[in-house]
């Protein structure tokens, strides 16, 4: 029987290297807000909270015009906080597993669905390193599966996405970076996803680039 899942998506910052003075989840992709593109990924599920912060009026008022069944957690320290004080805000009473991810990007819905459905192991999203400033996921085989053993800042085989699924009852509390509030899990699951992280200008017209050429 399939465990009881909540998705937490942290869309509290200011997302000032982009350089748009707007919420990284509501840049444009192809005619929608980025935040809408992830919910059409969710469709199937009804425990969904956003971690709001910058412009959380307008978040609000975009994520409601596709779905009322949201829950919107606010970060009123978005200013002075990371990712990590967002998910601890919005993981109380969480269910069984949590479903972390951030509002910054765009993900192929087949690999979003098959890491979240596919099974309740716990795991964590990588993907060859490709951004500017990567956090590397370092990895080892344990009984021949490929866990995410640590992270670095230096190098690694993968880089950390901020997907994540995890028991909500070993998840501790933070307000720094995510990958710092869960290296105390590790080892944990490595998967493979394809997805494109938005946080400049150059990497935006990738995942545009990206989106519009089928995920290639």
């Not at 910058?54 to 015009?65: F, G, N, P, R, W």
């Amino acid at each position: 029987m399939s465990v009881s899942k909540t998705i937490v998506i942290s869309c509290a910052g200011m997302g000032t290297r982009l350089g748009l003075n707007t919420n990284k989840s509501l840049i444009d992709i192809d005619g929608k807000p980025l935040i809408i593109r992830q919910l059409e990924c969710m469709d199937k599920f009804d425990d969904i909270r956003i971690v709001v912060g910058y412009q959380a009026k307008e978040l609000i008022d975009v994520v409601c015009s596709y779905r009322k069944d949201i829950t919107f957690v606010f970060n009123h320290k978005y200013m002075e906080t990371k990712t990590a004080a967002s998910l601890s805000l919005g993981k109380k009473h969480a269910r069984d597993m949590i479903i972390s991810l951030d509002g910054d990007v765009l993900f192929n819905p087949e690999d979003f669905e098959r890491f979240v459905l596919n099974d309740d192991e716990e795991a964590i999203g990588v993907c060859y390193p490709y951004t500017r400033e990567p956090v590397y996921a370092r990895t080892d085989f344990i009984d021949g599966k490929e866990f995410v053993t640590s992270f670095s800042r230096e190098s690694g085989e993968y880089e950390w996405t901020g997907l994540l699924k995890v028991s909500s009852e070993k998840l501790k509390c933070g307000s720094d970076h995510v990958y710092k509030l869960i290296t105390p899990n590790l080892p944990l699951k490595a998967v493979p996803v394809n997805l494109k992280e938005i946080d400049n200008m150059q990497e935006y017209q990738e995942a545009l680039e990206w989106f519009k050429n089928g995920y290639k």
